[in-house]
């Protein structure tokens, strides 16, 4: 069986009590699938004083808590290494206000490696907090993957040495990692899929922003397109959807 690290880029305030009943269910899920070896790593950036996972989800699970103030992008950077991913097969980066609905552990990785895609995100349910329409799951339609030029991050399930790829291109200068979802295809030259079949629910909206008020999002959203020679315009005319892949076993 193929080992599991996995990464919680962040975790805290607002919402606390609700992410922590997220965390259990997210636990849950991730341990349906039998690994051979997995670590949890969380990045919790709150108060430490005030807030505190429990414990007994600490000892259930083996977690390594890790109390440091950070942003998304800063944690991914420093947690998601070639050195962190070196002794597990897989990586799983998320959000801490993603939950994860749905998902088939064991076709996630059959596809990631029957397709060669570098990056595997479920799609959104429709009660998600979204940007890109794109991201949505499509309940009445019965294709199984869409390839995509583009992915916003919630949750990344990867090839530890394909997660590489996307790593490198993590900017200190840009840690909500605004823009880099838009070029994934065009500079990244990523393969990505979203699946149709496996679902998260995305919870808030831009909630964490006015928690870090001197660091700008879209600052670094500019930062990214001058860094690609990009403009927003020309990314917003790209094609988005490449095309679909069918699994007949997924079929109703």
Not at 10 to 19: L, Q, S
Not at 157 to 162: D, E, I, Q, V
Not at 225 to 244: F, G, H, R
Not at 245 to 252: E, F, W
Request: contains cysteine.
């Amino acid at each position: 069986m193929p080992s599991l690290y996995v990464l919680i880029t962040g975790f805290g305030i607002p919402f606390w009590d609700h992410k922590i009943n997220i965390l259990k269910h997210n636990l849950e899920m991730i341990h349906k699938y039998p690994w051979s070896k997995i670590s949890i790593t969380i990045c919790q950036y709150s108060p430490f004083d005030d807030f505190q996972i429990p414990t007994e989800l600490i000892d259930r699970y083996h977690l390594n808590i890790i109390y440091e103030t950070g942003i998304v992008g800063e944690f991914m950077i420093k947690y998601a290494t070639k050195e962190h991913l070196q002794d597990y097969d897989y990586v799983l980066n998320i959000l801490d206000d993603v939950e994860l609905i749905q998902f088939n552990w064991k076709k996630a990785l059959e596809y990631i490696d029957q397709f060669d895609l570098d990056l595997l995100s479920p799609s959104m349910s429709s009660d998600s907090k979204i940007q890109y329409n794109y991201m949505l799951q499509e309940p009445q339609k019965h294709y199984t993957l869409k390839i995509t030029s583009c992915c916003e991050y919630f949750c990344f399930l990867a090839k530890c040495n394909n997660f590489q790829k996307y790593h490198q291109h993590l900017d200190k200068n840009n840690p909500w990692m605004w823009g880099l979802d838009l070029i994934l295809k065009k500079h990244l030259n990523l393969k990505v899929a979203i699946s149709n079949t496996m679902i998260m629910k995305h919870w808030y909206k831009n909630e964490s922003y006015k928690y870090i008020p001197d660091i700008c999002p879209t600052e670094g959203f500019k930062y990214c397109m001058d860094k690609y020679n990009e403009t927003a315009k020309v990314l917003s005319e790209q094609q988005a959807i490449l095309y679909y892949i069918i699994d007949p076993s997924t079929l109703p």
